[in-house]
């Protein structure tokens, strides 16, 4: 009852009028048959009898009038229902995605029964709360009609009456275990279709078809997607099986019951028990009465298996944070002090290993800090931490000395610029890819230029086919243009992508922290030159924190931490790193090697002295 009254309240909310109007005019649709059963009855007593003429007249007329009316109204419906359809699958969307953004964290996305969820609630997947609604409508309406049958009934058999509503119940009774049947294959194939759509798109998909088509495994995939497809065409067939057998059943059941009613009609009206005009509204009521019958069953479970899918929607929408918002938030003002990371622990479940143990660190405002480490050393994740994408196992970091579990965390976001590893690249135009790092730039021209001029992209973007305007993707066509026809997208190169997300952080110029995460790991030697030289005259006098591979890039950092394995083992400045000839002064001797002419390259264990004399 909970979720029709929420599907209900959603119906209403998206198309009242819509929703009103379809309502009555269902409701009138389910009187038709019984008006005009008995309109027939009383035309042929009326001919039997030889009635008056004005009579007869006003019977048919009558009859006609219903006539019209059935046969125009499920025209008029069926266009209500659709848009009531479309009304309300427009607002479920825009609810589900509302609550997806509301969710502070990124657990949820990597929790697969979340992500299953999610499918089943989508209106594109199938699910509408229309459908509880108007499935519950349709049961209203063919219990109308059978009512009025019923009625009919009763007063010309009622022994045959409560036979034919008994035979009602094993119909009930069948459906409802089919769509419960139904609602659990549909959640347990649930994985398995996600399955058969993540190879599907890959297979569909440009950035995938290089490695299909090089490594030849485009046939391995085919084969996974259909062996998924097979999986589930399994679980439906053995559904749709289940099905055929309960309804055969129950077709054979309503057959023999209104065959004996038929028999007990004809010998009726032999005995003179029952006129020919009662015999014909005997006929038609039982007709009328077991379409009734198996409508309110099949609706019912239709209603039912709906309400399953609406439970997900429901449960989607209702999610609790993945992450506690505190319940009255701090603001979070600019930073004065800095970022403090104390004795952070971190694992991204218990069943996971510790990513990070134990680490204290602070940002000073206004200073620079590299992140320095072996891959998987746990230096993305602290990023991810600070944004507080995930809250610490153990231990806090504070903003200012604020906790920001303490603060909003939207407010929190506001406040940092950050380029990701695995950065962004949208299938839309250059404005707009640059301009997502901040949408009051929108339709500011000259500061998406200033941003794109200084990740050295701009030269680029401008001698695009339409500029800025240039639809960055080769997805999708541009606007049609009715001269030409439509006009294709152009696709950038992996450093010009990676230059256009730097832009995008460069768009929060005025944030108090930048997160670098291998902001360069794609570009070409000068443009990774000429893109520090940026990033450096950006950082002056800002907080930033910059995480690269690429040593040489980080040593004017203010200060350098190497992460091992999750534990903080060094910190100092690039100088101090080498004297101490530890993890540091061994990678950057290991990295500088590689740029000596003489071919030697340096053993990881060699003394850091001498790197420290090679390469500082
Ligand atoms: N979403 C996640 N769920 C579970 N484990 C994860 C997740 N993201 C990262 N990890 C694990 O956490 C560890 C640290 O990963 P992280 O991305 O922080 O390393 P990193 O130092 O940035 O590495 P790289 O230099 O390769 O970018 C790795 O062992 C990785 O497998």
Redesign the pocket.
Known sequence: MRRFAAAVALCVRAAPGVFVAHTVLALVTSTTPVASAWLMKLIIDHLVHRGAPGTLLALTGGLGTVGLVSAMLPQLLQYLRGELDREVGLRTQERLFTATGRQVG?GRF?DPHFLDRLRLAQPTAGMNPNDVVAGVLNVVRAALTMGGFVGSLFLLGPVMAGLLLLSGVPMFVGEIHLSRRRARMVWEIGPVERREFFYNDLLSNVQAAKEIRLFGTGGFLRGRMLAERRTANAAKRTMDRRDVAVQTGLAALAAAVSGTGLVWAGMAAQRGVLSIGDVTIFIAAIAGMQGALATVAGEIARSHQALELFGHYLAVTTAEPDLPVAPAPLPVAALRDGITLRDVWFR?SPQ?PW?LRGVTLHIPRGRTLALV??????????VKLLCRFYDPTKGTILWDGVDIREVDPAQLRRRIGAVF?DFMHYDMTATENIALGDLDALDDAPRLRSAARRAGVHDTLAALPQGYETLLSRTFFMTSDSEHGPLDGVALSGGQRQRLALARAFLRDRCDLMILD?PSAGLDAAAEHEVHSSLREHRRGRTSLL?S?RLGTLRDADAIAV?DDGELVELGDHATLLDAAGRYAQLFALQASGYRDDGAGEPAGSAALTARERCS
């Not at 480490?373 to 230096?379: D, E, H, T």
Request: charged share 15%; no cysteine; proline share 0%.
């Open positions: 990124l990597e991204y996971h990513v480490g072996l891959n998987g050393a746990g230096k993305s994740t602290l590893q291998e995480i591979h992460l």
